[in-house]
């Protein structure tokens, strides 16, 4: 095991940047693997920061056309959506197809999602060992896991 696998497990929140410094991050991010963050694709990411909960596409579509008070193709929203799941900016949830930012952008993980049922809002936690152990258990049934996506639904602290 080397040592990028024993850091601690830490859960960030939407507290530890500022919206524009997170804004500033994606834009090295971008930047260092020579994509290009567009008008469109940097308005998406910027509206998703400022979400409390995961959005469906669908949602994101029409409240990014409040927001920016013009009609949007769908296409290019879904468009922007791709890209900014391909730079690892922003992931998808599985049983809901809900979009949500990444709260640390540029590493590669494997997160857990902790989902409160009652008011939507979504908690990513990194947490190597989980996914490491879940990983070692499929390879002894000889299966090889490409893609894990862990959901956990509950109640967060607030509706507790
Ligand atoms: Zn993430
Ligand atoms: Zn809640």
Do not use: W
């Not at 890209?83 to 540029?106: K, M, S, W």
Request: one cysteine or more.
């Amino acid at each position: 095991m080397t040592t990028a696998h024993l850091h601690t497990p830490h859960i960030h929140t939407a507290h530890c940047h500022s919206k524009a410094e997170r804004l500033a991050e994606a834009d090295a991010l971008v930047q260092r693997k020579g994509a290009r963050f567009t008008t469109m694709r940097r308005a998406t990411y910027d509206f998703l920061l400022a979400q409390k909960a995961p959005l469906s596409a669908y949602d994101i579509l029409a409240k990014l056309e409040t927001r920016l008070n013009k009609k949007l193709a769908p296409p290019t929203v879904y468009r922007a959506l791709d890209f900014l799941l391909e730079q690892g900016l922003i992931h998808r949830l599985e049983t809901n197809n809900a979009y949500l930012v990444c709260d640390h952008p540029g590493a590669a993980h494997e997160s857990v999602y902790l989902v409160c049922t009652q008011c939507g809002k979504t908690q990513e936690v990194d947490d190597h060992a989980v996914a490491h152990l879940l990983e070692t258990k499929a390879h002894t049934f000889g299966f090889t896991p490409s893609k894990q996506v862990i959901e956990v639904q509950g109640l967060c602290s607030n509706c507790n």
